[in-house]
């Protein structure tokens, strides 16, 4: 039943990185749309999350809510030393659901609008930052649970140059989950051309991002580069997600927008698998070679039962029903 | 102001704001399911128009509350990390399940909102319905974890060693099902008032009069029958603090000495000093009543208790007498309205029956959030009833008092945006959702 609970976690931060992060990247490609452009971007953007996006953000609920219930020592070390990424992400959850929501429901369209889209594209750009530097900080050895002093433990756990390099490639993984997602729900033909520019403009970003986190990690002494490509997980990881990226160029100049979709997801995926994978089961490596697993900290026996129950349980309510969610809002069937 | 009095009220804070846009999530989808049920057997244009204008501000309320909620799920950690080490797993049941009834609630609320004109009409109203069913679900689940930490249970504590653990026995603890039946009943009154009265202004107001004529039936209606069953549950509830937990109803009462025909304190001023309350009234006997069925049987009072172990007795206090005031006049106000529809017709229309719904737009709320003062001041210094203390769980993180004050910052904010976002909505009531009313314009974005 353990690994029942586990899988679920990590699906649910799968998820969340996928829905949760491309609901983020849309707020990011408004930062980056010229004037010319903005009006279309928001009005697809709108029409393909509007629907969805508190559903895609309930997977960090999911993730949390295992981790308090399933893995209580791990959530509590995350709470006490990440406190203020944490909530600084909060603080950007907040601002952009709300602002995001508000900007459409505002009976009356006037100068309020600015507000409101100034509110939205910012908190897009600031809740995946924090988002990757949490994750980042949970491999990164960088909380110490002996430090005292305020800012070797509350600050230097997760303020330094590999957590910020994450963090910006989080962003620029959610805009470029964005940019091919909304490729689908394009009005014309000549916009989702113009969306293709963008997308690739943005796998580019992602890229220089990317090894900006391997030279992050090289002077951290963080050997990131070891466990991707020092074992066979890895190394068929990174093989097929650069065959997923020809597939995703061919998908660019056949204009299928699934494929791309797809494609993109799938990279994620192989991503976070290369970056769970090696250290797995531990979640958390702290400073002097101290870690949290996850077969050490979990809760009681009965608990993780009860917990992989509720879990079993509460998918089969709410996937089909998601699924036909997602179905129906679809631009094809609108 | 120090670090653990500041996570105490960040805590309060958030709470109390969220809790607000929970009862909206609960209780607007079945007026709204109420409406639509109408439109769809009497094609009366009218009712679509309300269960529309209904949607709207409910979206605008649901995500707030729901961004919110996220909050609070990292803010037990955040706070009260020590707490959570070890609760997380026996309490954490009701959360697991809560996380599926808010899934389905968001995903039918997609459904619900953006769904007009798309599916089936029967299927789209029975989203609507799911997203109030579900909302239910989600208030009684979390109310069954706040009602564990009032009477814990599931696990055996010996020597601050938790085993045996049962997070089920954990769930179904003594206390859910009074708190939870409160608290739904709270919520009907609380939401249903401030609806009505919204309404009932408009309606003074001389604007779109049939159509606010039709929200305010529907909304003073179950508010008012959720106004006269809350005593009865208030009743159920008080009986089982009795029994459980005998301190924080001494603290309600601040009935500071046991003695034979113990007395119903009404209002006062608590001098905890010398231990009395100062120009109150005093029903001799009657608390003895209410507890114990008879007019003799004392009820332990405060000075029985380790000091150490007493919440604060004034804010508990005078938050009971808040609420059991607002919660008696709301029964009035109540009553009148039954009258009104059976007997006095003429009342419904004339203005000062419907300023006295005017008046009320916020007691429901004012009552809510006391009651839970009462329940969470009247539990300190306990986190975990006669299991561990507050202030040993609080987070070790220094500075919280600077994060009390930006969240203090953001909650007012939000608060002011949404109330001014509402105050839109009602502003364009003609021209967007009355078909009657000759401004409004058909097939706008709205």
């Known amino acids: 039943m353990l690994y029942v609970v586990i899988a679920f976690l990590w699906v649910s931060l799968y998820l969340y990185l996928i829905l949760g992060g491309a609901d983020f990247g849309v707020g990011v490609l408004e930062i980056f749309t010229g004037k010319k452009h903005i009006q279309k971007v928001k009005r697809t953007t709108y029409r393909s999350i509007g629907p969805i996006w508190e559903a895609n953000h309930m997977w960090l609920i999911i993730a949390i809510v295992i981790l308090f219930v399933g893995f209580p020592t791990i959530y509590s070390t995350i709470s006490i030393y990440l406190h203020i990424p944490l909530v600084l992400m909060l603080l950007g959850v907040i601002a952009r659901g709300t602002a995001f929501t508000f900007r459409h429901y505002d009976a009356i369209d ?24 949490i994750a980042a900080s949970t491999v990164s050895r960088s909380i110490n649970l002996h430090n005292t002093d305020f800012l070797s433990a509350y600050v230097y756990s997760w303020w330094n140059p590999f957590g910020i390099s994450v963090g910006v490639f989080t962003v620029a993984i959610s805009a470029y989950l964005a940019s091919i997602y909304i490729i689908g729900e394009a009005e014309s033909s000549e916009f989702m051309r113009y969306l293709t520019r963008r997308a690739k403009v943005y796998f580019f970003v992602v890229l220089l991002s990317g090894i900006a986190v391997f030279i992050t990690a090289h002077f951290a002494d963080i050997p990131l580069f070891n466990w991707i490509f020092g074992q066979t997980i890895g190394q068929i990881a990174v093989v097929l997600a650069t065959l997923s990226i020809i597939v995703l160029f061919w998908a660019f100049t056949k204009e299928k927008s699934t494929i791309m979709r797809i494609c993109v997801a799938f990279q994620t995926f192989m991503i976070l698998v290369a970056a769970t994978y090696n250290h797995f089961p531990d979640l958390i490596l702290l400073a002097n070679e101290e870690s949290l697993s996850l077969f050490d900290h979990q809760g009681s026996e009965k608990t993780i039962e009860a917990l992989a129950w509720a879990l079993l349980l509460g998918s089969v309510f709410i996937l089909p029903f998601l699924f036909y969610l997602l179905y129906s809002f679809h631009r094809k069937n609108t | 102001m120090d670090d653990f009095i500041a996570a105490r009220s960040q805590m309060a804070l958030s709470l109390g704001f969220h809790i607000i846009f929970a009862c909206v999530g609960m209780v607007m989808p079945i007026f709204m399911a109420i409406s639509h049920y109408k439109y769809l057997k009497t094609g009366d244009e009218l009712y679509k128009g309300l269960t529309k204008a209904w949607s709207k501000g409910v979206a605008i309320l649901f995500a707030t509350g729901a961004v919110s909620g996220t909050m609070l799920s990292f803010e037990l950690g955040l706070l009260w990390p020590g707490f959570m080490k070890h609760a997380g797993p026996i309490f954490g049941m009701p959360f697991s399940l809560e996380g599926t009834a808010f899934f389905i609630e968001a995903i039918a609320l997609g459904f619900f909102l953006y769904g007009w004109n798309r599916f089936n009409k029967w299927f789209h109203w029975a989203t609507g319905v799911l997203v109030g069913i579900s909302g239910l679900a989600s208030g009684i689940l979390v109310v069954a974890a706040n009602a564990w930490m009032n009477s814990p249970s599931g696990f055996d ?37 401030a609806v009505a009265g919204v309404h009932a202004l408009m309606i003074l107001k001389n604007k779109n009069i049939e159509f606010h004529r039709r929200a305010f039936f529907i909304a003073a209606t179950c508010a008012c029958i959720a106004a006269l069953l809350q005593p009865i549950s208030g009743d159920i509830s008080a009986k089982d603090v009795a029994k459980r937990q005998p301190i924080k109803l001494a603290a309600m009462e601040a009935h500071f000495h046991t003695e034979p025909y113990s007395p119903f304190i009404i209002g006062g001023i608590v001098d905890e000093e010398n231990q009395k309350v100062d120009y109150a009234i005093k029903l001799p006997g009657v608390l003895s009543f209410l507890v114990h069925g008879d007019f003799e049987t004392p009820v332990k009072g405060l000075n ?20 059991i005031s607002l919660g008696m006049l709301l029964c009035l106000i109540s009553l009148t309205y039954f009258i009104a529809i059976w007997k006095k017709n003429s009342w419904l229309s004339s203005p000062w029956f419907l300023k006295l719904f005017v008046f009320a737009i916020p007691l429901g709320y004012i009552a809510l959030e006391a009651g839970w003062v009462v329940t969470e001041v009247g539990r300190q210094p306990w986190i975990i009833y006669e299991i561990m203390r507050t202030k040993d769980a609080v987070t070790p993180m220094p500075g919280i008092v600077y994060s009390f004050y930006i969240f203090t910052a953001v909650f007012i904010s939000l608060s002011l945006i949404v109330v001014f976002l509402l105050y839109r909505q009602m502003k364009m009531v003609g021209k967007l959702y009355d078909p009657t009313d000759p401004h409004f314009k058909h097939n706008v974005k709205h």
């Open chain 2, 304 to 323: 029985e208790f380790p000091k150490e172990n007493l919440p604060p007795i004034a804010i508990t206090h005078y938050a009971f007498q808040i609420m």
């Open chain 2, 157 to 193: 504590y010996h020597d601050g060693v938790y085993s045996n653990i049962d997070p089920i026995k954990a769930m179904l603890n003594d206390a859910w099902f009074s708190q939870a039946l409160h608290m739904v009943l709270a919520a009907f009154v609380a939401t249903g008032f």
């Open chain 1, 110 to 133: 006037d100068d309020w609008q600015i507000v409101y889209n100034r509110i939205f594209q910012i908190s897009s750009l600031i809740t995946p930052f924090f988002l990757g530097l």
